[in-house]
C-alpha cells in the first residue's frame, strides 16, 4: 500500500457513536440504550416486513461480543431484542394471527460454517431462544490475545425467522409470511484490519 494513501485523512459518517468505558461518565451509554438507538428500530421494521442486520465490527477486547450478547445483569442486543420480539408477539397474537419464530446461530471458522445449536427439537419460547444462545456461546471457537484471554476466533451469526400466519375465519383462508430476517453478526477481531 502506499504510505502516502494511508495517511491522508478519511471521512465517516456515523448515525450513533457510544462511549461505554466508565459507568459514572455522564456521555456513558447503557446496554438499554445502544439497544433502543439500534435493535428496537430492526424489531419495528422487521414487523412492517423488512429485513435488518447489525454487524459488530472492531479489534479484540472492544466489546463486540459485549454488545450483541452482553451479561446474564447487562443484556447485550440480541436477547434485549428477543425480549421485546416476544412481548410484541404477545399483544398482537389471537384466533387469526399467529406467529413463529425460528432461530439459527453459526459459526464460521477457518472457512468452514458449523451449527452451534442442536438442530434437533423444536424451541418454542423466549427462555429455549436464551439457553441456545448460552450454549451456542459455550460452543464458539476462542484462544487467548495479548488484548483478551477467550477472544474469539470465529464470526458467529445469529439469525431470527419471524412467521407470521393470519387467518380470516369467516372466508377460511389462511395467509402464510415471513415477516423478516434480522442477522445479527459477531465477527472474529479486526486485529488485520488496515484503516
Known amino acids: 500500500h502506499d504510505g502516502a494513501a494511508r495517511k491522508s485523512a478519511k471521512t465517516f459518517a456515523f448515525d450513533y457513536c457510544f462511549w461505554s468505558m466508565l459507568e459514572n461518565d455522564p456521555k456513558f451509554a447503557s446496554q438499554e440504550l445502544v439497544f433502543n438507538c439500534l435493535g428496537r428500530e430492526i424489531l419495528?421494521?422487521?414487523?412492517?416486513?423488512?429485513?435488518?442486520?447489525i454487524f459488530a465490527y472492531g479489534q479484540t477486547g472492544s466489546g463486540?461480543?459485549?454488545?450483541?450478547?452482553?451479561?446474564?445483569?447487562?443484556?447485550?442486543?440480541?436477547?434485549r431484542l428477543c425480549d421485546a420480539l416476544f412481548e410484541n408477539i404477545v399483544q398482537i397474537t389471537n384466533s387469526s394471527h399467529s406467529i413463529k419464530i425460528e432461530v439459527s446461530y453459526m459459526e464460521i471458522y477457518n472457512e468452514k460454517v458449523h451449527d452451534l445449536l442442536d438442530p434437533k427439537g423444536?424451541?418454542?419460547?423466549?427462555?429455549?431462544?436464551?439457553?441456545?444462545?448460552?450454549?451456542?456461546?459455550?460452543?464458539?471457537?476462542?484462544?487467548?490475545?495479548n488484548m483478551n484471554s477467550e477472544s474469539s476466533r470465529s464470526h458467529?451469526?445469529?439469525?431470527?425467522v419471524v412467521t407470521q400466519t393470519l387467518t380470516d375465519h369467516a372466508s377460511g383462508v389462511t395467509c402464510r409470511h415471513s415477516l423478516t430476517t434480522p442477522y445479527f453478526t459477531d465477527p472474529s477481531p479486526a486485529t488485520h484490519a488496515l484503516t
Not at 461480543?65 to 445483569?73: D, L, V
Not at 419460547?125 to 436464551?130: E, S
Open 44 to 53: 419495528e421494521r422487521a414487523f412492517e416486513g423488512y429485513n435488518g442486520c
Open 64 to 79: 463486540k461480543s459485549y454488545t450483541m450478547m452482553g451479561t446474564p445483569e447487562q443484556k447485550g442486543i440480541i436477547p
Open 122 to 145: 423444536s424451541k418454542q419460547n423466549l427462555k429455549d431462544i436464551d439457553n441456545l444462545m448460552s450454549e451456542g456461546n459455550k460452543s464458539r471457537t476462542v484462544a487467548a490475545t
Open 156 to 160: 458467529a451469526v445469529f439469525n431470527i
